[in-house]
């Protein structure tokens, strides 16, 4: 990058906050799967007044700007190429927490700040914020927000875009956008926030949000499920749907060599007991606010008696149900131990899942016999893992563009999305811009022009390359 660019951004944040020596750039450079790895110059601004500076620079000097939080994303949405141009703008210094707000059930919070750390800090004030993934120790609410992070209850809280009240943005050439009004009503036109939320980086740069709280659920019931087959599984989530409701938190489908893989390679986590005896198992939870709710026991007992379920452990403590969570929250890291895997995080209608999990997975093995698939995910999101891997693990990563192209005609057949949750990034880039719809595609291009004129925000994500 021009020295003369490098002056500007220490003058903007400071030297301590640019950094331009290359190893200790890196580990800013590579993400969480290590596969995307960048070359660029690392700027920490520490409060939205120098985001903004940065923003000016960025835009007078058309030099292309990538907004980094916790660099979990599962897409390379947040490593840039590895040219050197570019600007890595990480966020992790700003992460106040400005204003719990108890009376309106809102917390306002700057965007780099760690998720679980916004979780410990509302329970101190006896509210609760609901969204929750594996990596929510790096995960920040700014990355969270830019890929409309879902996690584990979106059944009951929604996703992040339901979970904002108001945003700030820096656009592109340096103004800020300040929309912190945090209402649960406003029909003031168009909701700009939203346009921001699930972009990726290429609009702008969020600094800070206003997101709903709730109070802390009571009365906790968790319990892992084995089903005899898919079919049941969707059976399963409309039963408890129809007698749990609103109480239904979670419902997460696990193929059982998922759950075998995590005892396996993490021993430091625990089965229940055996689960050998079902091919796909059912975490599925029941949160209320009184301490009496609709009964799990019950509703899977009448299951069982209708033969949707063969086996079930049920949580007796907090801490058991904390154990069964870990063993859905392990599978990433069990499969990235034992290799390479292509991650996958398709939706579809709940009710074509099973069919849509049969036909696929076929498909597939016909094609690549070595295949070593590893499926679940959201089920009552109607979100699938569709992971795959090989043994060895090179197969999988070689044929990847077949598997994938496979992969998205069943889903797209099925009138899918090709990301429900990590979003387009780098790695979807191409089938994203093959499948979409070209009037959709039109308008998202146009949005992105108007936002950001130079092209400056994030490029080689999510949308085509600017032909200006
Ligand atoms: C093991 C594992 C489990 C996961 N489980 C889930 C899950 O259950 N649900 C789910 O939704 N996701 C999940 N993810 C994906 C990922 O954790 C989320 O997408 C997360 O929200 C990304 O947050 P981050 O802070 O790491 O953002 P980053 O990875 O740093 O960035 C993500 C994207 O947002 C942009 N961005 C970051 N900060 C800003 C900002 N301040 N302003 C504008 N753009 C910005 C980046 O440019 C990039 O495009 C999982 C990932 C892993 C590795």
Redesign the pocket.
């Known amino acids: 990058m021009d020295s003369e660019i490098i002056s500007r951004l220490k003058e903007a944040v400071g030297s301590d906050y640019v950094i331009t020596d290359e190893e200790k750039a890196r580990p800013f450079l590579i993400d969480?799967t290590k596969r995307f790895r960048g070359r660029a110059v690392v700027v920490r601004p520490g409060s939205t007044e120098e985001v903004s500076r940065v923003m000016a620079v960025a835009y007078d000097t058309r030099t292309p700007v990538?907004?980094?939080?916790?660099?979990?994303?599962?897409v390379g949405?947040?490593i840039p190429d590895d040219s050197g141009r570019a600007i890595l703008l990480s966020?992790g210094r700003m992460n106040r927490i400005e204003e719990i707000d108890t009376g309106n059930d809102t917390v306002t919070v700057e965007?780099g700040l760690i998720l679980e750390q916004l979780h410990r800090a509302v329970e101190e004030k006896g509210r609760f914020f609901p969204l929750s993934?594996?990596?929510q120790g790096?995960?920040?609410i700014?990355?969270?927000?830019?890929?409309n992070?879902?996690?584990?209850a979106v059944l009951r809280y929604g996703?992040m875009r339901d979970l904002c009240l108001g945003l700030e943005v820096v656009l592109p050439d340096g103004r800020v956008m300040t929309a912190l009004r945090g209402l649960r009503k406003d029909n003031t036109g168009y909701d700009l926030k939203q346009l921001?939320i699930g972009?990726?980086?290429t609009l702008?740069?969020?600094?800070r949000a206003v997101l709903k709280l709730f109070p802390i659920p009571r009365g906790r019931q968790t319990a892992l499920v084995g089903i005899p087959d898919l079919e049941s599984s969707v059976k399963l989530l409309d039963r408890v749907k129809a007698a749990a409701g609103s109480e239904l938190t979670g419902f997460e489908l696990i193929q059982r060599k998922c759950i075998e893989r995590v005892a396996e390679q993490l021993p430091g986590v625990e089965l229940p007991g055996p689960v050998d005896d079902c091919p796909w198992w059912i975490l599925a939870e029941l949160s209320s606010q009184a301490q009496e709710g609709a009964s799990l026991e019950a509703i899977l007992a009448e299951a069982f008696e209708a033969g949707e379920v063969a086996n079930a452990y049920l949580a007796q403590s907090l801490s058991d149900s904390e154990a069964f969570w870990r063993i859905r929250e392990s599978i990433?890291?069990a499969d990235a131990i034992v290799g390479n895997n292509l991650h996958n995080d398709v939706s579809l209608k709940i009710s074509l899942i099973p069919e849509f999990l049969e036909v696929t997975v076929k498909r597939l093995y016909d094609a690549y016999p070595w295949l070593d698939p590893s499926l679940y995910g959201?089920l009552g999101d109607g979100n699938i893992h569709f992971n795959i891997g090989s043994i060895p693990s090179n197969l999988a990563f070689e044929n990847e563009e077949g598997i994938r192209r496979i992969t998205y005609e069943e889903v797209v057949k099925r009138n899918g999305s090709i990301s429900a949750?990590?979003?387009i990034?780098q790695l979807k880039r191409g089938h994203f811009l093959a499948l979409k719809d070209p009037l959709e595609l039109e308008i998202m291009e146009r949005i992105s022009q108007a936002i950001d004129p130079r092209g400056i925000m994030?490029p080689g994500?999510l949308l085509a390359d600017r032909k200006d």
């Open positions: 969480w990538v907004p980094q939080s916790g660099g979990t994303t599962l949405g947040s966020l965007a993934f594996g990596t790096s995960a920040q700014g990355g969270a927000l830019a890929t992070a879902g996690g584990t996703n921001f972009s990726e980086g702008g740069v969020i600094t990433p890291e959201h949750e990590h979003g990034g994030n994500k």
